[in-house]
């Protein structure tokens, strides 16, 4: 059974672009998580999103949006990217959502923006 | 709320035992364990419930207690490949997110 695939792997943005990541979860995995992972925060929660619909948040500025597929693959978007911006950002997925489902996490997204 | 993990970093000889800590301030309903290697994504360890359970996985096992709102890792007899960075996360219960700590970095050296 494939893992979660997130592209692309690596990328490198100007100061006030914008970026699309992906994620495609594990096949039956309908619940799709993101986070951002940096070395002095660790592992920071963006969004959750189950059958198309956002269902938790984190604590981060509306430049950063996502979406799910009906298929279940999952997207974020940061607008006006600033220096802090860059990140590994990863996807999670699990079969359900609530407490005690596990997630199983892809390899990531490196951004750096310059 | 962000679940506190202690120690932050630990260095051991190979066959030497570990312990790591996590603890949150409000009542839980579940604790997940990861480890993360240097560029990999982070690789599912155990999940422990309410209910103060402990699991196993060779050498490696959990507990978690529901009155304290704490977790434990244990290592036993460690080996070359546990090296990496240790994560807990924790649930509070139906709803909510999955909220990571921020990491044990664990050196085995030969």
């Known amino acids: 059974k494939a893992g979660v695939t997130q592209t692309p792997r690596y990328l490198i943005k100007t100061r006030g672009q914008q970026v699309t990541l992906s994620c495609s979860p594990i096949?039956?995995?309908?619940?799709v998580s993101w986070y951002q992972q940096t070395p002095g925060q660790g592992l920071q929660f963006l969004f959750e999103y189950f059958s198309e619909t956002q269902r938790n948040k984190g604590n981060f500025p509306g430049r950063f949006s996502g979406r799910q597929f009906s298929n279940s693959r999952s997207e974020m978007n940061v607008s006006t990217l600033e220096l802090g911006d860059s990140a590994l950002y990863l996807c999670?997925?699990?079969?359900?959502?609530?407490?005690?489902?596990?997630?199983?996490f892809g390899e990531g997204s490196w951004l750096t923006v310059v | 709320q962000q679940p506190v993990q202690s120690p932050q970093a630990v260095i051991l000889r190979e066959g030497e035992d570990a312990v790591i800590n996590c603890s949150s301030s409000?009542?839980?309903?579940?604790v997940h364990w990861y480890r993360q290697k240097h560029g990999e994504a982070p690789v599912f360890l155990m999940i422990?419930?309410?209910?103060?359970e402990q699991k196993g996985h060779e050498k490696i096992s959990a507990s978690f207690n529901e009155k304290k709102q704490q977790s434990s890792l244990y290592l036993t007899a460690s080996q070359l490949s546990y090296s990496g960075t240790y994560f807990c996360g924790t649930e509070r219960g139906s709803g909510d997110k999955l909220t990571f700590g921020t990491g044990t970095r664990l050196a085995v050296r030969p």
């Open positions: 422990l419930l309410k209910g103060g």
């Open positions: 999670a997925s699990s079969t359900l959502r609530g407490p005690g489902n596990t997630i199983y």
């Open positions: 409000k009542a839980l309903y579940s």
């Open positions: 096949s039956g995995h309908r619940s």
